[in-house]
Every structure is written in C-alpha cells, then in structure tokens.
C-alpha cells in the first residue's frame, strides 16, 4: 500500500487525493502496528507530508517533517544517512513553501555533514550543494549561491555524463548552461 500511495504522488495533481488517503491510511496502520518511533512509521510520515507539501498543506507538512527529524536525530544522530534525508526533507518543504532562511540552514548543515563524510564529490554531497545553490538564489544571494557552485559543482562539468546518476546528469547540465550564460554575460 505504501508504494502504490507513493505512486499516485507522482502520477501528479489528479492522484494527490487518492495519495493523501492512501498515505494516510498506512500511517495509520504502522502506528497501531509498529509504534510512532519504528523506521517504516517515520517513513510513511515522510510519505505522507510530501503529498500534503504538494497540496500546499505546508503546516501540517512541516509538522510532521520536523517529528520525523526530532525522532531519527533522537534515536539515529545528526549524522546517520536517515537523519540527513529528514533535514534534506525538511528544507525542501520549508523551501517550497517560501521559508528560504530556514531551508538554508538545513541545507548548510546537510551539505557541511555531507562534505566531511562522503567528500566533495559524492552524489549525494553534491546534489546537497545544488539545494542549497537553488535556495540562496530564491533568498536573493546570487554571490552566495556563486560560491556554492565554484566550490561545490563545477567539478560536474568535467565528469562524463555516463557515469553520473540520473539526478546528477540533470545537475551537470543546469550548471553548464549557468556557467555558459555567464561567460556569455562577461
């Protein structure tokens, strides 16, 4: 049940109902079952406020975004994978609904942890620091977000293509065209 209601998450706006309802339902389920703490309950909270992110319930996303976060840095720590997805998690609904300073503060934080444990060039560090480059645009930081990318993303126009996630392909071609625009510029 809980893939087919992250399934009509992203079958877009005419599934969001019946994914809110689904989401719901198994939440439901796994507290009676496996308590609020249990990894798969957090999960399907997770689930559940992406949907009501999506629907522009930003206040009951953001609440249960931050349980989510409270409990895995609880019971994980601020530097577990879980957790770091949580905050990642976090920032974007906070992103999303237009509170760019707390976003970036979750970010800065993701990137920072993600730097020290997987080095600059992981994927997932990188797609941290692409966050955080796109949030300090929306805040209006344009030096800012210049100095995430040079320290952080330029290194993606050098790497092949090929050997690149999916996500960080996307990444890649988005700085190439920034850097092209401004080389044009200059």
Known sequence: MNNLAYTFNFQGYFCYAEAKNLNEHVLEIRRKVLGDEHPDTLTS???LA??????????????LDEYV?????????????????????????LRNHGDYAGARKFYEQVLNIMRKALGDEHPDT???????YVTLLNMGEPDAANDIMKKHLIWLIDSDPMYLAAELHEIRERVIQI????????
């Open 45 to 47: 909270m997770h689930n």
């Open 50 to 63: 992406s949907v009501l992110s999506f629907q522009g319930y930003c206040a009951d996303a953001k609440e």
């Open 69 to 93: 976060l409270e409990i895995r840095r609880k019971v994980l720590g601020d530097e577990y994978p879980d957790t770091l997805s949580s905050m990642n998690n976090l920032a974007y609904t």
């Open 126 to 132: 990188s797609t941290s620091a692409w966050n955080l």
């Open 179 to 186: 850097i092209g625009e401004k080389n044009r510029v200059e």
